[in-house]
């Protein structure tokens, strides 16, 4: 694995304008953007009380479809295509598929499996010229319990570590050779990919000193050479996470306890283009805290393509 930074440049444009609007869900933790149907939808995993879960909901309206998942499995994950609507979601070191066409009925199958040695975390899949991606976030097995067993999984450094995988047609996966896993030398953590133009574009969370995390933009042709974008972290903690977007309702305790949370981490980003706008979708708040108080689901926006989006970060 290669990793090509800066390539030399001494000049740079102004950054890429991506403007918060603030918090706009207060029950979900990963979410994924995408368009079903015409409509911006929403993918929100649901960490409250009991197993996890998932609900998709109109990403305006705030309409919701019945949940489903609470079956031991977790971080959901969304594809959509031909409005058939893919959800990929992982326990212990599978990877599970639902499918569905309706957002109401879902069927569920196993579609990929690594080690015993491994534990699977988030996923993200797209669409290249000749087949599918996907991207999963592993560690070694037993980090989610506090065990540490990296001695076990030499092709995890750093925990998190993203390995890639190919299918013809999302149900069928061949996972690549460890050695392409990006990056074992740092944490890299909640993976969000997409293809354009030759490349597979990748954002992911980097721990950065002091106890910050932010998300970061690198792409690659061939899943070897990797290019860190020019202009990074894409976002940062700010004052901008504890507001709550104009016209979104969130319970006014939450909201309030919001403003006083502290705010270190801008992670798990989504993305998804719709009518010339290319929505983001991430967490604020601080990945040391307990389950449930990660702050809020928050939406920034590019005034432009997802391709305008995606180049900008290398130009």
């Given at each position: ?115 015993d040695t491994f534990e699977l975390f ?194």
């Amino acid at each position: 694995m290669k990793e090509i930074n800066l390539a030399g440049r001494d000049h740079m444009r102004a950054f890429p304008e991506l403007k918060k609007n603030g918090a706009i869900s207060a029950d979900g933790g990963e979410c994924t953007p995408f368009i079903y149907r015409d409509r911006l939808m929403l993918l929100e995993n649901l960490w409250g009380e009991g197993a996890p879960r998932a609900a998709v909901r109109e990403y305006f309206s705030h309409t919701y479809y019945p949940p489903f998942g609470g079956d031991g499995t977790r971080f959901y994950s969304a594809y959509c295509e031909n409005d058939t609507v893919s959800v990929f979601a992982t326990k212990d070191n599978v990877v599970y598929r639902f499918i569905s066409v309706d957002l109401i009925s879902w069927e569920k199958t196993a579609v990929l499996s690594f080690p015993d040695t491994f534990e699977l975390f988030n996923t993200s899949v797209c669409r290249g010229p000749d087949r599918y991606v996907m991207a999963v976030e592993c560690a070694w097995a037993g980090q989610s319990k506090g065990e540490d067993n990296r001695v076990g999984n030499p092709y995890i450094g750093a925990y998190y570590t993203e390995f890639f995988a190919f299918s013809p047609d999302l149900s069928h996966w061949e996972l690549l050779p460890f050695d392409t896993a990006y990056t074992p030398e740092r944490y890299c953590a909640c993976p969000a990919l997409r293809y354009c133009e030759g490349y597979y574009y990748m954002i992911c969370l980097e721990s950065l000193p002091l106890g910050r995390w932010a998300p970061y933009i690198y792409r690659t042709r061939d899943f070897d050479a990797w290019e860190i974008g020019l202009y990074n972290p894409i976002l940062m903690p700010g004052e901008e996470d504890r507001r709550v977007k104009e016209g979104v309702n969130i319970p006014k305790e939450i909201a309030e306890a919001n403003r006083t949370h502290v705010d270190t981490n801008n992670s798990d980003v989504d993305l998804c283009e719709y009518q010339g706008k290319t929505y983001v979708v991430y967490c604020a708040g601080h990945q040391a805290m307990a389950q449930g108080m990660n702050g809020l689901v928050c939406e920034a926006v590019y005034d432009g393509t997802m391709k305008e989006f995606l180049q900008a970060y290398f130009d």
